[in-house]
């Protein structure tokens, strides 16, 4: 697709690593609340292309970082700050969940970017509840099993209260428990359904044995492919046609005020590398 003129376009460097912060989704027309039991990536995509156009082309205020030494391009969200006052954490719940998109053998490095990179968003130290989702192409145990020690390490260091992981259907999800490395207990398996009464019965039952709470969420594994997000920068005309962008991990966060009940800030943190 050709990339899209602006009339006040800047110059964009070329980049190796970009990191994109879509900022709160909640106070833009993005969010799909609506699609809460589709599995969509409409909301993310939507996020991104609404992004790069209030960062890189609004009129008076133009932003983006570029660290030369690692040719990393970093758009951040330039309207509102997502750091959470020191006087409101304790009345607020953070919630991420990462998705791996692809197989990488460097994946324990996703996790411990992933943490950086929210924590340096929100300005917090502990995150509540962190979920951790695998391309259902490429699962394995082997997968898993090391990126659950990663995650393990964060929770003995006090970074996170609750581990969960999402789609493990009743065999692997059994499997996964029996396992010896494994430490630290899942304390959430998010399940994909249309209605959340269709929750399998074994899975179930095997939560309630486990003290596992198997929740619904509409989120799909393949939240973001090499084909959108490229096109979506050659749009906005941050890459010319002959470039692509893979995306590395999509990180997901919910800022959740527990005493009124209210979602006040929902975002998403996207790294990805230019092929």
């Given at each position: 697709?050709?990339?899209?003129?602006?009339?006040?376009?800047?110059?964009?460097?070329?980049?190796?690593?970009?990191?994109?912060?879509?900022?709160?989704?909640?106070?833009?027309?993005?969010?799909?609340?609506k699609y809460w039991n589709r599995?969509?990536?409409?909301?993310?995509?939507?996020?991104?292309?609404?992004?790069?156009?209030?960062?890189?082309?609004?009129?008076?205020?133009?932003?983006?970082?570029?660290?030369?030494?690692?040719?990393?391009?970093?758009v951040p969200d330039i309207r509102?700050?997502?750091?959470?006052?020191?006087?409101?954490?304790?009345?607020?719940?953070?919630?991420?969940?990462?998705?791996?998109?692809?197989?990488?053998?460097?994946?324990?490095?996703?996790?411990?970017?992933?943490?950086?990179?929210?924590?340096?968003?929100?300005?917090?130290?502990?995150?509540?509840?962190?979920?951790?989702?695998?391309?259902?192409?490429?699962?394995?145990?082997?997968?898993?099993?090391?990126?659950?020690?990663?995650?393990?390490?964060?929770?003995?260091?006090?970074?996170?209260?609750?581990?969960?992981?999402?789609?493990?259907?009743?065999?692997?999800?059994?499997?996964?428990?029996?396992?010896?490395?494994?430490?630290?207990?899942?304390?959430?398996?998010?399940?994909?359904?249309?209605?959340?009464?269709?929750?399998?019965?074994?899975?179930?039952?095997?939560?309630?044995?486990?003290?596992?709470?198997?929740?619904?969420?509409?989120?799909?594994?393949?939240?973001?492919?090499?084909?959108?997000?490229?096109?979506?920068?050659?749009?906005?005309?941050?890459?010319?046609?002959?470039?692509?962008?893979?995306?590395?991990?999509?990180?997901?966060?919910?800022?959740?005020?527990?005493?009124?009940?209210?979602?006040?800030?929902?975002?998403?943190?996207?790294?990805?590398?230019?092929?």
């Amino acid at each position: 697709m050709p990339t899209q003129l602006f009339t006040n376009q800047i110059a964009i460097p070329t980049f190796r690593q970009l990191v994109l912060y879509t900022g709160n989704v909640m106070l833009t027309a993005t969010t799909a609340n609506k699609y809460w039991n589709r599995k969509s990536n409409t909301e993310l995509v939507q996020a991104i292309s609404d992004t790069l156009k209030v960062s890189l082309y609004e009129p008076e205020t133009p932003s983006y970082r570029y660290f030369t030494e690692n040719e990393l391009l970093e758009v951040p969200d330039i309207r509102l700050s997502s750091r959470i006052h020191p006087d409101d954490r304790d009345d607020v719940e953070v919630t991420a969940k990462l998705f791996y998109l692809g197989q990488d053998h460097n994946q324990a490095t996703h996790i411990d970017r992933a943490i950086y990179h929210l924590q340096k968003l929100l300005d917090v130290k502990l995150i509540d509840t962190f979920i951790i989702s695998f391309d259902n192409n490429d699962i394995n145990l082997a997968t898993i099993e090391k990126s659950w020690k990663d995650l393990e390490a964060y929770h003995e260091q006090g970074v996170i209260s609750k581990l969960g992981v999402s789609d493990f259907d009743f065999k692997t999800l059994s499997d996964f428990l029996q396992k010896e490395s494994v430490q630290v207990k899942p304390a959430i398996d998010q399940i994909h359904v249309s209605q959340c009464s269709s929750l399998p019965q074994d899975l179930i039952n095997l939560g309630k044995q486990h003290q596992i709470e198997i929740t619904f969420n509409g989120d799909t594994t393949d939240i973001l492919t090499t084909e959108v997000l490229t096109t979506l920068l050659s749009q906005h005309g941050v890459i010319n046609e002959m470039t692509q962008v893979k995306p590395r991990w999509v990180l997901k966060y919910d800022v959740f005020f527990k005493r009124r009940s209210i979602v006040a800030d929902k975002g998403y943190i996207v790294v990805g590398d230019s092929l």
